[in-house]
């Protein structure tokens, strides 16, 4: 099993990245997600000058977030800078979309969008409203001659098809069910894919569910529950304690799940590290859903399973201390 970092876009970035090659991880991600977090391609070119060997990952752009031209142009640039060590990870747009206060794209928006850059990231020409249109820069500015890794978001059939039928790889996040994996294989193919999830190792006799557990794990958990509460449909398939905690956040942001101006209050502070205010919220059944959390023997189980199950590749986001947690990590999956 292979391991990686994901972490949120800012400035210094790089440093983490530097120790992500010297401990032996095999991708350093950021998000592309313009209004919670900085500019992803500004930072994996600041990481791309002082690496050599790890793979530089965006995860993930999207049609409702990018025009074709723009993401092929920037991926292109960023493979100059680093050859054939780029991931461009593709999906609808849902966090992208839903900070904006609007909905994500579509899985046909997906598709077309992930083949055209496909072929325009190789140096082809595809068609873009009406016109045929080809990277045209002379000299290094851009690189087309060396592959560009692309991988389809998918948490269920229909995005994993696509990734399928494009030949792309897979990513999904907090989905360390194996049984899932499974099928979502039998529908993506037999391309690299990626598990972002978080990740606790405890220590002799530490609490599963105590406030290091709920720390580490809290940025995935209160983003599950920020969408359930942006979404209420959703919210109404969840457990009784979990409908109770999507209330109790909507109340904290001091907001409602049909506020026009929801997205300003629950988005905030999304996917970082939680407030100790609100761990209360971490419940051990998400925990349970959405993490990896045990003992380094329990972990290894878990991760074993999950590679049976035809996950490539482990990523996870450091948020309580990046550099300790990133070595146990490597520790646990050597």
Not at 33 to 61: E, W
Not at 68 to 97: D, E, K, Q, W, Y
Not at 187 to 201: E, F, I, Q, T
Not at 310 to 333: W, Y
Request: hydrophobic residues 50%.
């Amino acid at each position: 099993m292979r391991k990686g970092i994901v972490i949120m876009a800012h400035p210094g970035a790089e440093e983490l990245a530097v120790l992500a090659e010297d401990l032996g991880f095999s991708s350093f991600w950021v998000y592309d997600t313009p209004m919670l977090h900085a500019d992803p391609f500004v930072t994996l070119a600041l990481c791309a000058k002082v690496t050599s060997r790890i793979k530089l990952g965006i995860g993930v752009t999207s049609p409702a977030l990018r025009s074709v031209p723009a993401a092929a142009g920037a991926f292109a640039s960023l493979n100059a800078l680093a050859p054939g060590r780029v991931v461009c990870g593709v999906g609808t747009g849902n966090t992208a979309r839903r900070a904006l206060g609007l909905l994500p794209g579509t899985t046909a928006e997906l598709e077309s969008f992930t083949a055209a850059l496909q072929g325009l990231c190789a140096g082809h020409s595809v068609e873009h409203q009406a016109r045929d249109i080809r990277l045209l820069h002379p000299g290094g500015q851009m690189n087309t001659a060396d592959p560009i890794e692309f991988a389809v978001a998918a948490l269920g059939q229909k995005a994993a098809a696509v990734a399928g039928r494009l030949g792309a790889g897979l990513m999904s996040i907090g989905l360390p069910d194996p049984a899932a994996w499974h099928a979502l294989r039998r529908a993506s193919g037999d391309a690299d894919s990626y598990l972002m999830v978080p990740l606790h190792v405890l220590e002799e006799d530490e609490d599963p569910y105590g406030p290091a557990a709920r720390d580490a794990t809290g940025h995935l958990v209160l983003s599950f529950l920020t969408f359930a509460a942006d979404t209420p449909a959703f919210a109404a398939g969840l457990s009784p304690g979990q409908r109770q905690a999507v209330q109790a956040l909507l109340v904290r942001r001091a907001t409602t799940s049909d506020a026009p101006d929801r997205h300003l209050a629950l988005y905030s502070g999304y996917l970082a590290r939680i407030a100790p205010a609100d761990r209360d919220l971490v419940l051990p059944s998400l925990i349970d859903a959405l993490a990896l959390v045990g003992t380094p023997g329990e972990l290894a189980a878990r991760i074993a399973a999950l590679e049976d199950a035809g996950v490539s590749e482990i990523v996870i986001q450091p948020v309580v201390d990046p550099p300790a947690e990133m070595a146990r990590f490597a520790k646990l999956i050597a």
